[in-house]
């Protein structure tokens, strides 16, 4: 694997971002432990601008996803490139749980389905978003299932008959 | 900007009608609904709608311990069921920072592969299936019935394993096996001819799929495209070869591509992917280390706080787990990318304007497996 | 012995007349011998296929499953017939009823042999023609009254496709009819005691044979009822008996297209050593046999390309071969 | 000139697509004769792999005549569908407890096989069962004691 | 058989083989009704109706090594010529009126195996906090024959269809549906 094209593609990538997000963090990630090389700490709405500079470089948006904290959501991103020196970045960004962040499904339409994945289990509105609907839960659910405080609904109750 | 539409009723006018495929139809592959809007047989617009088999994979990872998860992984895509479970442990054993013993290694290597090709040969035949030749689906179903027989001497099951645990692997390999691999891989070579004049070179196979289903570069790049469904469009991503994991390093294989990024490319993909998986599997079992098979590891174990993202190659793509661990022994969350959700979305840009037989024929060869979507 | 002899059947004869009595009694045989034949037929693809695909086949019902059909229809008998609430209901009803007509009445001018043919007529082959065309009506009859887009792309799709492989059909027919001056059946065979026509007419054999497989909608061609695409086309809605009589029909026609193929080409009843009849029974079966191995070997073709192939190959070909054979004839 | 080469294109074309269908008739051809693969199930039945996964079973020891469970429930922790219930009593005060019930639900198992993994006593292995069409939802519970008694 | 009061397995709240008697022959027709059954045995047509896992070892049950086809049994793909429904998988939610749908959609006599654990029970997916499956296809379908296994080989599910044909030609199908309708005409 050929570390130090890696080393040029890192460094040309971290000046593109800084130069895009001039107020934000980006740390280098060990990527024996988390698997990233490079993280990006967003503390407002930065996913955007992160986007287009990761289309740019021609990334693939691997996923998105969101974790339930107690206090807030934290959207996690992960970019990543098809090239033979390959490297990772993930972009995170606390939210409190009533905000509304911003969708690159501009940027990667792949979004579209992610973030809508992402409200159907958290409940976590995106603006801009052009089909933001229901995925993989019935349409007329009125649950957000990953949310840790989603306890037992109706439709538990008759398997726990079950369990016991 | 994008030609991404949802269907919309009050568009639908008298030239223009919706037809429902699916949630049961004999080629949706499971229960994958595809909505569309016909003009004739031409497809103005599709829009495939998923979730009829959302059963809750990552709500029940945070309600069970960390072994627990185990079984579930090779549900989620049941036809490359040790390769899920060979990347869940290989990221919790990354997260905990457990040591693997080679031959488990190997063995894992060994068996991934294996069911590799077993999930390809299910794939490429559905998918010729349902451009309508039949015979072929039961050939190849010959064929796999080996590779089940051999999977199932090692991890008891035929299609939804639950054989690799955290450090190593439950049984060890035997003889008989290494052989019964061996004797299986000059089979599937042998049979590889037969199957290239009956399909490969049909004419009415090769008319149904050239310059079908188109998936551009760009195309693959906006969706997320992975897998044999993007090095059809000319991409070599692998993540065995960019992002080496296990002990793929060590073996000396090639990563097919074609250029073509058609549905016969998807395919021809397909078909070399699996001589690569024989090479990969002659190489493990001739270097196969002896040793132990499991390394020593607390009955219920307790990784670290943090979180971690671990990415390996499955039969249709690239597979992510990004795991969040709060320290104790239940998960904090447990996400899997799975490489159908992107793939199937695709659809929506590729379909319109192709006949209903193309949309089967793109949809095969993507080859999509309905519950690894839905999770 | 020979059974006119009889002096029952020489009073009916007396009462009826000769011609009278030998068409009811035949049409008797062809009742009882159409639905007899299709079930073998059916039992006869599925063991093929099987083979052919590394299984038995049906084993368990009669010895090597030979009774499975009969039992298939006993079952389908003792279905619950539905009519969808949406549904046409009297061309519903009648589509089914439809489609085993013709599949009789063609069986009325085949040359089973030189004394068994129902009726001698001077124009056969077209007899046939006109009323296998009337199968497409009752498919698009069917398929409109179903209610059911995949049944309507299905029956539109079947009339497409008739109406383009009916052309190729009969122009190699005719380059057949030039050779021979005659729509009759019997003389059209009577005219291969020799040669074979498929040694003198090689190209219309295969333009013949392939349009036939497409006329009677079997694999290459089966977009009217493809399976992957279309669920179960035409027929998707219909059930019981009603879907029986489909069933039926098909296999019939095939037999009729195979019969035209062995009168045509194969020299219908000519043969050394055995009677007339065994020897077209067996030309009839190995042509039934190709076209389900062709059917369990090939992907099927999309609709442009069917279509294509029809207008853009098989007509020019035909119409270059009827050429040809007519300046040979001449010059001959 | 461009027509004529696209005609004999053209031709070359049907001529090898004729080829490739023949050869593929070809090979079912030759499938139609080669024996069959079939196992006809209810006459003649494959053997199991030792390894093969059914229900899970106590395994019969000698020195003691029976299993060796001595109802820990550990392997009804380790679970992840809570199919297994184990009881077991003290024959006498202060001695090891003994397994008496031992059932296990099968219509929810996943045949993981962790609580054979977790056994500290190795007393649980799987049977080669794989014949267990019932007509009642509850003739999947198991009762694996009984089975170890019934034992050929 | 109950273990205990707090048993995690549940047992069944009244016996279900009490019903399943032989039935009696009706009047004259029972040989009618057996000839008649005897066919519905031997030409079990299923319908193409995989949902999960378990519909790969449905399709492998008709694949060469198995052959279903040696009973009679063809796949057919639409409802309306099918007899048996083969519930192979996970019903989630909003999968249940598509499949109800699909059963009324299939004409009588028609029958329901329920395959796998998922179609059973929930299976391993039935854990505390689940949202998006039903326990079980009893709970939408009148359920014949459950194959337990996850998923069970092809062998189990062709004993399961040889069990089907058995309480078919048994008659005790018919048996529980008359005394279904002999309680409600009793109830009125």
């Given at each position: 694997?050929?570390?130090?094209?890696?080393?040029?593609?890192?460094?040309?990538?971290?000046?593109?971002?800084?130069?895009?997000?001039?107020?934000?963090?980006?740390?280098?990630?060990d990527?024996?432990?988390?698997?990233?090389?490079?993280?990006?700490?967003?503390?407002?709405?930065?996913?955007?601008?992160?986007?287009?500079?990761?289309k740019e470089?021609?990334?693939?948006?691997?996923?998105?996803?969101?974790?339930?904290?107690?206090?807030?959501?934290?959207?996690v991103?992960?970019?990543?490139?098809?090239?033979?020196?390959?490297?990772?970045?993930?972009?995170?960004?606390?939210?409190?749980?009533?905000?509304?962040?911003?969708?690159?499904?501009?940027?990667?339409?792949?979004?579209?389905?992610?973030?809508r994945?992402?409200?159907?289990f958290?409940?976590?509105?995106?603006?801009?978003?052009?089909?933001?609907r229901?995925?993989?839960?019935p349409?007329n659910?009125?649950?957000?299932?990953?949310?840790?405080?989603?306890?037992k609904?109706?439709?538990?109750?008759?398997?726990d008959?079950i369990?016991? | 900007?994008?030609?991404?539409?949802?269907?919309?009723?009050?568009t639908?006018?008298?030239?223009?009608?919706?037809?429902?495929?699916?949630?049961?139809?004999?080629?949706?592959?499971?229960?994958?609904?595809?909505?569309?809007k016909?003009?004739?047989?031409?497809?103005?617009?599709?829009?495939?709608?998923?979730?009829?088999?959302?059963?809750?994979?990552?709500?029940?990872?945070?309600?069970?311990i960390w072994?627990?998860?185990?079984?579930?992984?090779?549900?989620?895509?049941?036809?490359?069921?040790?390769?899920?479970?060979?990347?869940?442990?290989m990221?919790?054993?990354k997260?905990?920072?457990?040591?693997?013993?080679?031959?488990?290694?190997y063995?894992?290597?060994?068996?991934?592969?294996?069911?590799?090709?077993?999930?390809?040969?299910?794939g490429?035949?559905?998918?010729?299936?349902?451009?309508?030749?039949f015979?072929?689906?039961?050939?190849?179903w010959d064929?796999?019935?080996?590779?089940?027989?051999?999977?199932?001497?090692?991890?008891?099951?035929?299609l939804?394993?639950?054989?690799n645990r955290?450090?190593?692997?439950?049984?060890?390999?035997?003889?008989?096996?290494?052989?019964?691999?061996?004797?299986?891989?000059?089979?599937?070579?042998?049979?590889?001819?037969?199957?290239h004049?009956?399909?490969?070179?049909?004419?009415?196979?090769?008319?149904?799929?050239?310059?079908?289903?188109?998936?551009?570069?760009?195309?693959?790049?906006?969706?997320?495209?992975?897998g044999?469904?993007?090095?059809?469009?000319?991409?070599?991503?692998?993540?065995?070869?960019?992002?080496?994991?296990?002990?793929?390093?060590?073996?000396?294989f090639e990563?097919?591509?074609?250029k073509?990024?058609?549905?016969?490319?998807r395919?021809?993909?397909?078909?070399?992917?699996?001589?690569?998986?024989?090479?990969?599997?002659?190489?493990?079992?001739?270097?196969?280390?002896?040793?132990?098979?499991?390394?020593k590891?607390?009955?219920?174990?307790?990784?670290?706080?943090?979180?971690?993202?671990?990415?390996?190659?499955?039969a249709?793509?690239?597979?992510?787990?990004?795991?969040?661990?709060?320290?104790?022994?239940?998960?904090?969350?447990?996400?899997?990318?799975?490489?159908?959700?992107?793939?199937?979305?695709?659809?929506?840009?590729?379909?319109?304007?192709?006949?209903?037989?193309?949309?089967?024929?793109?949809?095969?060869s993507?080859d999509?497996?309905?519950?690894?979507i839905?999770? | 012995?020979?059974?006119?002899?009889?002096?029952?059947?020489?009073?009916?004869?007396?009462?009826?007349?000769?011609?009278?009595?030998a068409?009811?009694?035949?049409?008797?045989i062809?009742?009882?011998?159409?639905?007899?034949?299709s079930?073998?037929?059916?039992?006869?693809?599925?063991?093929?296929?099987?083979?052919?695909?590394l299984?038995?086949?049906?084993?368990?019902?009669?010895?090597?499953?030979?009774?499975?059909?009969?039992?298939?229809?006993?079952?389908?008998?003792?279905k619950?017939?539905?009519?969808?609430?949406?549904?046409?209901?009297?061309?519903?009803?009648?589509?089914?009823i439809?489609?085993?007509?013709?599949?009789i009445?063609?069986?009325?001018?085949i040359?089973f042999s030189p004394?068994?043919?129902?009726?001698?007529?001077n124009?056969?082959i077209?007899?046939?023609?006109?009323?296998?065309?009337?199968?497409?009506?009752?498919?698009?009859?069917?398929?409109?009254?179903?209610?059911?887009?995949?049944?309507?792309?299905?029956?539109?799709?079947?009339?497409?496709?008739?109406?383009?492989?009916?052309?190729p059909?009969?122009?190699?027919?005719?380059?057949?009819?030039?050779?021979t001056?005659?729509?009759?059946?019997?003389e059209?065979?009577a005219?291969?005691?020799?040669?074979?026509?498929?040694?003198?007419?090689?190209?219309?054999?295969?333009i013949?044979?392939?349009?036939?497989?497409?006329?009677?909608?079997?694999?290459?061609?089966d977009?009217?009822?493809?399976?992957?695409?279309?669920?179960?086309?035409?027929?998707t809605e219909y059930?019981?008996?009603?879907?029986a009589?489909f069933?039926?029909?098909?296999?019939?026609?095939?037999?009729?297209?195979?019969?035209?193929?062995?009168?045509l080409?194969?020299?219908?009843?000519?043969?050394?050593?055995?009677?007339?009849?065994i020897?077209?029974?067996?030309?009839?079966?190995?042509?039934?046999?190709?076209?389900?191995w062709?059917?369990?070997?090939?992907?099927?073709?999309?609709?442009?390309?069917?279509m294509n192939?029809?207008?853009?190959?098989?007509?020019?070909?035909?119409?270059?071969?009827l050429?040809?054979?007519?300046?040979?004839?001449?010059?001959? | 000139m461009?027509?004529?080469?696209?005609?004999?294109?053209?031709?070359?074309?049907?001529?090898?697509?004729?080829?490739?269908?023949?050869?593929?008739?070809?090979?079912?051809?030759?499938?139609?004769?080669v024996?069959i693969?079939?196992?006809?199930?209810?006459?003649?039945?494959?053997?199991?792999?030792?390894n093969?996964?059914?229900?899970?079973?106590?395994?019969?020891?000698?020195?003691?005549?029976?299993?060796?469970?001595?109802?820990?429930?550990?392997?009804?922790?380790t679970?992840?569908?809570?199919?297994?219930?184990?009881q077991?009593?003290?024959?006498?005060?202060?001695?090891?407890?003994?397994?008496?019930?031992?059932?296990?639900?099968?219509?929810?198992?996943?045949?993981?096989?962790?609580?054979?993994?977790?056994c500290?006593?190795?007393?649980?292995?799987?049977?080669?069962?794989y014949?267990?069409?019932?007509i009642?939802?509850?003739?999947?519970?198991?009762?694996?004691?009984?089975?170890?008694?019934?034992?050929? | 058989?109950?273990?205990?009061?707090?048993?995690?397995?549940?047992?069944?709240?009244?016996d279900?083989?009490a019903?399943l008697?032989?039935?009696p022959a009706i009047?004259g027709?029972?040989?009618?009704?057996?000839?008649?059954?005897l066919?519905?045995?031997?030409?079990?047509?299923?319908?193409?109706?995989?949902?999960?896992?378990?519909?790969?070892?449905?399709?492998?049950?008709?694949?060469?090594?198995?052959?279903l086809?040696?009973f009679?049994i063809?796949?057919r793909?639409?409802?309306?010529?099918?007899?048996?429904?083969?519930?192979?998988?996970?019903i989630?939610?909003k999968?249940?009126?598509?499949?109800?749908?699909?059963?009324?959609?299939?004409?009588?006599?028609?029958?329901?195996?329920a395959?796998?654990?998922c179609?059973?029970?929930?299976?391993?997916?039935?854990?505390?906090?689940q949202?998006a499956?039903?326990n079980?296809?009893?709970?939408?379908?009148?359920?014949?024959?459950?194959?337990?296994?996850?998923?069970?080989?092809?062998?189990?599910?062709?004993?399961g269809?040889?069990?089907?044909?058995?309480?078919?030609?048994?008659?005790?199908?018919?048996?529980?549906?008359?005394?279904?309708?002999?309680?409600?005409?009793?109830?009125?």
């Amino acid at each position: 694997m050929p570390t130090e094209e890696r080393k040029k593609l890192l460094g040309e990538l971290k000046n593109s971002l800084s130069g895009a997000l001039p107020e934000e963090r980006i740390i280098s990630g060990d990527y024996a432990k988390t698997g990233c090389h490079l993280e990006v700490r967003l503390s407002d709405a930065g996913m955007l601008r992160v986007a287009s500079v990761m289309k740019e470089k021609r990334f693939y948006l691997e996923t998105i996803t969101a974790v339930d904290f107690p206090d807030s959501f934290e959207l996690v991103y992960f970019y990543s490139t098809w090239h033979q020196d390959f490297c990772r970045l993930v972009a995170r960004i606390r939210i409190s749980k009533e905000a509304s962040p911003r969708s690159v499904s501009s940027v990667y339409p792949e979004a579209i389905w992610l973030e809508r994945e992402i409200y159907d289990f958290f409940g976590i509105r995106f603006l801009d978003h052009p089909d933001l609907r229901r995925i993989l839960n019935p349409d007329n659910a009125d649950y957000f299932p990953l949310l840790k405080s989603f306890g037992k609904t109706k439709l538990t109750e008759e398997i726990d008959d079950i369990l016991c | 900007m994008l030609n991404i539409k949802t269907i919309d009723d009050t568009t639908i006018n008298e030239r223009v009608y919706q037809l429902n495929l699916g949630p049961q139809h004999p080629s949706t592959h499971g229960v994958l609904h595809l909505l569309m809007k016909l003009d004739g047989e031409v497809v103005v617009e599709a829009e495939p709608i998923v979730g009829y088999s959302h059963r809750g994979h990552e709500k029940m990872a945070e309600n069970r311990i960390w072994e627990q998860f185990l079984p579930n992984t090779s549900r989620i895509d049941y036809l490359s069921g040790l390769i899920y479970n060979h990347g869940y442990c290989m990221a919790v054993e990354k997260l905990c920072g457990i040591e693997v013993p080679e031959r488990a290694e190997y063995i894992r290597v060994i068996t991934s592969e294996l069911n590799r090709i077993s999930s390809h040969l299910l794939g490429i035949m559905a998918f010729v299936m349902d451009i309508g030749a039949f015979t072929p689906f039961l050939y190849g179903w010959d064929d796999r019935e080996h590779v089940l027989d051999l999977l199932e001497r090692v991890a008891g099951s035929r299609l939804t394993y639950c054989y690799n645990r955290f450090g190593g692997v439950r049984n060890d390999i035997d003889r008989e096996f290494c052989d019964g691999t061996r004797r299986f891989i000059d089979r599937l070579r042998g049979r590889f001819s037969d199957y290239h004049n009956l399909i490969t070179e049909n004419i009415i196979f090769i008319k149904r799929t050239r310059g079908i289903g188109i998936i551009t570069e760009d195309t693959a790049l906006d969706f997320g495209v992975t897998g044999p469904t993007l090095r059809g469009s000319g991409v070599g991503y692998d993540v065995r070869k960019n992002e080496p994991y296990s002990v793929y390093p060590e073996f000396d294989f090639e990563i097919p591509v074609r250029k073509e990024g058609d549905v016969m490319a998807r395919y021809q993909v397909r078909m070399a992917e699996m001589e690569q998986s024989m090479n990969i599997i002659e190489q493990a079992l001739d270097g196969l280390p002896q040793g132990p098979i499991r390394s020593k590891v607390p009955l219920f174990i307790d990784p670290p706080a943090g979180d971690c993202y671990f990415a390996f190659e499955s039969a249709r793509g690239a597979v992510g787990y990004y795991i969040v661990s709060d320290g104790t022994r239940i998960p904090y969350r447990i996400k899997v990318r799975t490489p159908s959700f992107s793939n199937l979305f695709v659809l929506t840009r590729i379909l319109p304007g192709n006949f209903i037989a193309d949309c089967i024929a793109t949809l095969g060869s993507i080859d999509v497996v309905v519950p690894e979507i839905d999770r | 012995m020979n059974i006119t002899q009889l002096p029952i059947i020489k009073e009916i004869y007396g009462f009826l007349g000769r011609d009278l009595t030998a068409a009811v009694t035949g049409i008797l045989i062809i009742l009882v011998f159409v639905p007899l034949n299709s079930a073998f037929l059916v039992w006869l693809e599925r063991k093929v296929a099987g083979h052919i695909q590394l299984r038995p086949g049906p084993m368990e019902v009669g010895p090597h499953g030979i009774l499975q059909t009969l039992i298939d229809a006993v079952k389908l008998m003792g279905k619950e017939m539905i009519t969808p609430k949406l549904a046409d209901k009297f061309l519903f009803w009648l589509a089914p009823i439809i489609i085993i007509i013709p599949a009789i009445v063609c069986f009325v001018v085949i040359p089973f042999s030189p004394m068994m043919q129902v009726r001698e007529m001077n124009v056969g082959i077209l007899l046939i023609f006109s009323f296998s065309s009337l199968t497409v009506l009752s498919i698009l009859m069917g398929g409109w009254a179903s209610n059911n887009k995949y049944a309507l792309i299905g029956a539109v799709r079947a009339v497409a496709q008739n109406v383009a492989y009916e052309i190729p059909l009969l122009l190699s027919t005719m380059s057949i009819i030039i050779m021979t001056n005659s729509f009759k059946m019997s003389e059209i065979t009577a005219a291969q005691s020799g040669v074979w026509f498929i040694f003198y007419q090689p190209v219309a054999a295969i333009i013949f044979f392939i349009s036939t497989t497409a006329e009677t909608n079997r694999a290459p061609f089966d977009l009217v009822e493809a399976e992957s695409e279309l669920v179960s086309g035409f027929h998707t809605e219909y059930t019981g008996m009603r879907f029986a009589l489909f069933f039926l029909a098909e296999y019939t026609n095939m037999f009729i297209a195979a019969s035209m193929g062995a009168v045509l080409f194969f020299g219908g009843w000519h043969g050394p050593f055995f009677p007339g009849l065994i020897w077209f029974m067996v030309k009839v079966y190995i042509l039934i046999f190709v076209i389900i191995w062709v059917r369990w070997t090939f992907p099927r073709l999309r609709f442009d390309q069917l279509m294509n192939f029809a207008w853009k190959f098989m007509i020019p070909a035909a119409l270059l071969n009827l050429m040809v054979t007519a300046v040979l004839l001449k010059v001959l | 000139m461009s027509s004529l080469s696209g005609l004999k294109e053209y031709i070359k074309e049907i001529l090898t697509g004729s080829k490739s269908l023949l050869i593929g008739m070809g090979i079912t051809l030759k499938r139609l004769f080669v024996p069959i693969v079939t196992v006809q199930y209810p006459r003649r039945k494959l053997t199991m792999t030792p390894n093969f996964r059914g229900h899970i079973e106590a395994i019969y020891f000698d020195d003691t005549k029976s299993h060796h469970c001595i109802a820990c429930g550990l392997c009804m922790r380790t679970c992840p569908s809570h199919v297994i219930k184990v009881q077991g009593e003290k024959e006498k005060a202060g001695e090891r407890k003994y397994g008496r019930k031992y059932y296990i639900d099968f219509t929810k198992c996943s045949l993981c096989g962790l609580c054979v993994d977790v056994c500290p006593e190795k007393t649980l292995t799987f049977s080669h069962e794989y014949e267990l069409a019932c007509i009642s939802r509850w003739d999947g519970v198991i009762d694996i004691m009984k089975r170890l008694e019934e034992r050929p | 058989m109950a273990v205990d009061e707090r048993s995690p397995i549940c047992m069944p709240p009244n016996d279900h083989s009490a019903q399943l008697k032989e039935s009696p022959a009706i009047l004259g027709f029972a040989v009618l009704q057996d000839l008649l059954n005897l066919a519905r045995v031997n030409s079990l047509w299923p319908m193409t109706f995989g949902i999960a896992c378990c519909s790969i070892e449905m399709m492998a049950a008709g694949m060469a090594r198995f052959d279903l086809d040696r009973f009679g049994i063809i796949f057919r793909s639409t409802p309306r010529q099918s007899d048996v429904m083969i519930v192979a998988g996970t019903i989630s939610h909003k999968f249940v009126p598509t499949i109800k749908t699909l059963w009324e959609q299939m004409p009588g006599p028609k029958w329901v195996i329920a395959m796998g654990n998922c179609a059973i029970s929930g299976g391993p997916f039935a854990y505390e906090g689940q949202y998006a499956i039903v326990n079980g296809a009893d709970k939408i379908l009148p359920v014949d024959i459950y194959v337990p296994g996850c998923p069970p080989r092809p062998e189990g599910l062709i004993q399961g269809l040889l069990q089907l044909q058995k309480k078919i030609t048994k008659g005790t199908i018919d048996a529980n549906r008359r005394a279904e309708k002999a309680a409600r005409r009793a109830k009125k």
